[in-house]
């Protein structure tokens, strides 16, 4: 079991760049949830998926946020514009059921120049 | 809505001492409560959990005890070592509204001195 995969770990970029994080959840869990970390705001849910439906995006800061799972192992959180307040550690989690802990991944630390 | 309090860091101890790390909860319902570890560069662990009042978590020599009365799920070992430098979060989750959606405290960072 290879955990949960994010890839990049780092990326740094300037305004008004497009940013694709990309998340591999482990085999068999059904759920999948993003969690962007910072300093001021902490552990913040952006949204999460269940079965591939979004089931509760109202985290999720504004339009410039979208989030997808095109199959059932696989999710990307893509920002675009992306702005400096953006900057933060992004993390994806995934579980099994319903009531299972989560999973998380190492995160993607985000800068946004 | 539903909030996590913990105390907030950092916290420096001596390897071999005695930790506590305080955290209430505010809920309308009857949350389960937890623990997360995190370690440098990585993401948050499950620590430890507890599902109803009264009940005691439990792992790696921690513990804590779902206090209803008190609203609190103190975090407690008696004697931390060095591996123990972490950051911990306390949160909690509202079965009505999605176990896993989790409401995380702020997070406190400890470091264990040898």
């Known amino acids: 079991d290879a955990g949960v995969i994010q890839s990049p770990r780092h990326e740094v970029t300037e305004m008004g760049q497009e940013v694709t994080l990309r998340c591999k959840l482990i085999?068999?869990?059904?759920?999948l949830f993003w969690y962007r970390q910072t300093m001021m705001r902490g552990l913040e849910l952006l949204i999460y998926f269940n079965n591939n439906v979004p089931i509760d995006d109202s985290g999720m800061p504004e339009d410039r946020f979208s989030a997808k799972m095109p199959n059932a192992s696989f999710s990307t959180l893509k920002i675009q514009p992306s702005e400096p307040r953006d900057s933060a550690v992004y993390f994806c989690a995934s579980s099994p059921t319903d009531y299972s802990p989560l999973h998380f991944g190492n995160g993607t630390r985000l800068t946004v120049t | 809505g539903d909030s996590v309090t913990q105390m907030e860091g950092p916290v420096t101890l001596s390897e071999e001492a005695f930790l506590t790390i305080n955290c209430t909860y505010t809920a309308t319902g009857y949350p389960s409560l937890f623990w997360y570890v995190q370690y440098p560069g990585e993401g948050l662990q499950l620590l430890l959990k507890?599902?109803?009042?009264?009940d005691k978590g439990s792992n790696k020599g921690f513990e804590a005890t779902y206090r209803k009365e008190t609203t609190s799920f103190h975090l407690e070992k008696g004697s931390v070592q060095v591996s123990d430098s972490a950051v911990y979060f306390c949160a909690l989750s509202d079965p009505r509204q999605g176990a896993q959606k989790l409401v995380f405290g702020q997070g406190t960072r400890l470091t264990i001195n040898p």
């Open positions: 507890a599902t109803k009042a009264d």
């Open positions: 085999s068999g869990h059904n759920s």
